[in-house]
Nanobody, 115 residues
């Protein structure tokens, strides 16, 4: 069973930066897109950013201009560069990978923005 392996999140001060990465533990084919979602306490999981193998990216309005999603197609790896972090970015971040057959989720990694 292929799993998505995420890098560790962490504690960051407001205004700081953090980079997340995610890669599958095995081979995956026919990828539709890869992305990042997040879930804050008491809130629903929401899309943060999404990227297709062709490089088309979409972002939640709340992160536009601060976060950048990128991918390495050769490694099926997706990155999320988070800059100018705010306390409201605090959440568990989940990696997601969709193929034409399956939908994979990472285990989630905690990102806390606090002074």
């Amino acid at each position: 069973q292929v799993q998505l392996v995420e890098s560790e999140g962490g504690l960051v001060q407001p205004g700081g930066s953090l980079r997340l990465s995610c890669a599958p533990s095995g081979s995956i084919f026919s990828i539709r897109d890869m992305g990042w979602y997040r879930q804050a306490p008491g809130k629903q999981r929401e899309l943060v950013a999404l990227i297709t193998p062709g490089g088309n990216a979409n972002y939640a309005d709340s992160v536009k201009g601060r976060f950048t999603i990128s991918g390495d197609n050769a490694k099926n790896t997706v990155y999320l560069q988070m800059n100018s972090l705010k306390p409201e970015d605090t959440a568990v971040y989940y990696c997601n990978l969709r193929t034409i057959f399956n939908n994979y989720w990472g285990q989630g990694t905690q990102v806390t923005v606090s002074s």
